[in-house]
């Protein structure tokens, strides 16, 4: 049944259309009809009841809803346009008529919507109540309050970390000195695994009034390594001793030993941080420091350990000196 004598030709579809093109339909009841290829550009729907319709391939863009009752709907196969911008010079409707536009939700409720297997990169949520809202399960309540005490325990750190003078390496003389202490050859590994550098400290701890001599309460880590190719601390066993600077000479306990180290350039730098963290310190001195000062490693390093040592603590300090070749 035809609804209006006046004909347009749609270009896309190739079609002759009834064109009802600013006529008013008043009190139409439409249910259980089928509208193929009907252009909708600009209509205004008011208090149209649309319960268990069911809509394929609509083309929305710059549409207005408002005021809409949509318990139990069912969005499927939503999709963007695919492309990067829009394009606005073709009819809308047509493959050369794009609209990029972000999707806007404003005062709407959309309490208990479910959202599955959607791609909701880049959403923006402004002011949206969301008591009970839960991603994969997670309360969003519970992933907001970590995120604030993540990031003001992240702000004390930083605010921390940002009053303590930055150390740079610095080239520095020191005289010769010997050590009296506890030695073993083991890789990075073996010595992280067995705890072998902490049980070295509480020997040398445990014996230190037997060392009367000492020239401090300083405790020194010295490590020798194998001068080879292709070393790898990781791998490869070097030697570390663990003691105090005494005169040379000093008697020492069972199981001590006595080495002595010549007077020589160190390049120093003060490891801020925990222990755990002294890596990327040694990564510089061994690493871009070296290259850049044109300098070789005599093979040998040492750390001190004096009332700044707090291994687990973000304040921890530790001197850290790499003996350098001549």
């Known amino acids: ?34 509208l193929h290829g009907v252009d909708a550009r600009d209509t205004s729907l008011a208090h149209v009841n649309f319960v268990h319709s069911k809509w394929e391939h609509i083309f929305f863009s710059n549409v207005h809803v408002n005021e809409a009752q949509m318990g139990g709907t069912l969005f499927e196969n939503i999709r963007r346009p695919d492309a990067e911008f829009s394009r ?16 806007r939700f404003l005062t709407s409720d959309l309490s208990n919507a479910i959202f599955e297997s959607c791609n909701l990169s880049g959403v923006d949520l402004i002011d949206c109540k969301v008591e009970g809202m839960r991603i994969n399960g997670i309360p969003v309540e519970e992933l907001l309050r970590s995120y604030t005490e993540n ?7 930083e605010e921390e970390h940002a009053s303590v003078a930055p150390s740079v390496p610095t080239v520095v003389t020191k005289p010769g000195f010997t050590i009296a202490g506890i030695t073993f050859d083991a890789n990075l590994q073996e010595i992280e695994e067995q705890q072998l550098g902490k049980a070295a400290l509480e020997k040398v ?26 070393f790898n601390p990781h791998a490869d066993a070097f030697t570390q001793l663990v003691g105090y600077v005494v005169p040379e000479g000093t008697f020492v306990p069972d199981g001590f030993v006595l080495r002595s180290f010549p007077e020589r350039e160190y ?49 921890n300090e530790i001197d850290v000196h790499v003996a350098l070749a001549p």
């Open 1 to 34: 049944m035809a609804l209006t004598d006046k004909r347009m030709f749609d270009r896309k579809g190739g079609f002759e259309l009834e064109d009802l093109r600013g006529e008013k339909l008043h009190m139409a009841c439409l249910k259980g009809a089928e």
């Open 151 to 157: 990031k003001e325990t992240a702000a004390a750190i």
């Open 88 to 103: 606005l010079e073709e009819e809308a409707g047509t493959d050369g008529w794009i609209n990029v536009e972000p999707v």
């Open 267 to 315: 390049v120093k730098m003060t490891h801020i941080g925990r222990e755990s963290e002294l890596g990327r310190t040694y990564d510089l001195l061994y690493g871009r420091w070296l290259q850049e000062n044109g300098r070789q490693p005599a093979g040998y390093d040492f750390e001190v350990w004096d009332d700044r040592y707090k291994p687990e603590q973000d304040d």
């Open 205 to 230: 701890r445990a014996a230190r009034e037997q060392l009367a001599e000492r020239l401090s309460d300083d405790v020194y880590l010295v490590q020798v390594y194998p001068m080879k190719p292709g």
